[in-house]
């Protein structure tokens, strides 16, 4: 895995209903998933095309307050949320699209009934940067706007092009290298309506390559704890962070 930080950002204004958002930056791309993963997973995966980005740490200022975070914090909203996304039920409702833009941008929406969700799905293809993301809501206050100014979508074409960003947004390793190819198969899937094959990309190397990383980090924190004479404080943190590795692998294995 590429160099990387990883911080929460917490929104303090008042006229602010944002969920705190749970971040991992790299020089290549940055993730941003909703520390609400059970009533408003969300996951947006923003790639630099033509240029590489800073993974310094924003500072806290009056409206957000940042702190940073382990992987394998980042990991456990990360992973909770590619779980209740893979579990979303996606059918029966109404579909939309956006269709002022084919060229570079697609903005998709669900209202399903049962349950009572909103799905919004977005690709951003620009010159200088992609962007997908997913979000789920319990609000249907923007339907009938969506409802004026959107084009109906068939579910199966919608259901598809969830299912491909589902499939990319689960493989880090991937972002750069099939982002082109995500629009490019978003694209030919909503302009001719005709089934596609999915992105090739191995899940379980994600999974395995994960995995791995976490372990190592759980068995170099157990050999600190056992070498090395740190603060109680420090020692509970460390403690604690393991039990979130442990967490974080049982999640992965249940989603093999």
């Known amino acids: 895995m590429a160099e990387s930080n990883y911080w929460i950002e917490h929104y303090v204004s008042y006229s ?12 290549d ?26 993974i310094q740490v924003p500072k806290s200022s009056k409206y957000h307050k940042i702190k940073r975070i382990q ?18 039920e996606t059918s029966g409702g109404e579909y939309y699209i956006d269709s002022e833009d084919y060229a570079e941008y697609y903005e998709l929406q669900a209202f399903i009934e049962q349950p009572h969700i909103n799905i919004k799905l977005r690709v951003n293809h620009g010159a200088d940067m992609f962007d997908c ?5 319990h609000s249907f206050s923007y339907r009938p706007g969506v409802r004026r100014k959107y084009v109906q979508l ?38 001719s309506g005709k089934s596609i094959g999915g992105l090739v990309i191995d899940a379980n190397k994600y999974f395995d390559k994960a995995k791995s990383e976490m372990i ?18 420090k020692r509970r943190e460390l403690r604690a962070e393991m039990k979130g590795i442990d967490f974080c692998i049982s999640v992965l294995d249940a989603n093999r």
Do not use: W
């Open 216 to 233: 190592e980090r759980r068995k170099s924190i157990e050999l600190r704890l056992v070498s090395v004479d740190e603060p109680p404080q």
């Open 29 to 54: 791309y940055e993730i941003e998933v909703s520390d609400s993963v059970d009533f408003n997973p969300m996951i947006d995966v923003y790639v630099a095309r033509n240029k590489k980005l800073s």
């Open 154 to 191: 068939p579910e199966s074409t919608f259901r598809q092009v969830f299912n491909l960003m589902l499939k990319y947004c689960h493989e880090r390793d991937a972002y750069v290298q099939f982002q082109d190819t995500l629009f490019a198969q978003v694209q030919a899937l909503i302009c």
């Open 133 to 137: 993301r997913m979000s789920i809501s």
């Open 16 to 27: 602010s209903a944002r969920n705190s958002g749970v971040h991992q930056v790299t020089k």
């Open 71 to 88: 992987e394998a914090d980042f990991l456990q909203y990360f992973n909770q949320t590619l779980y209740r996304l893979d579990h979303l």
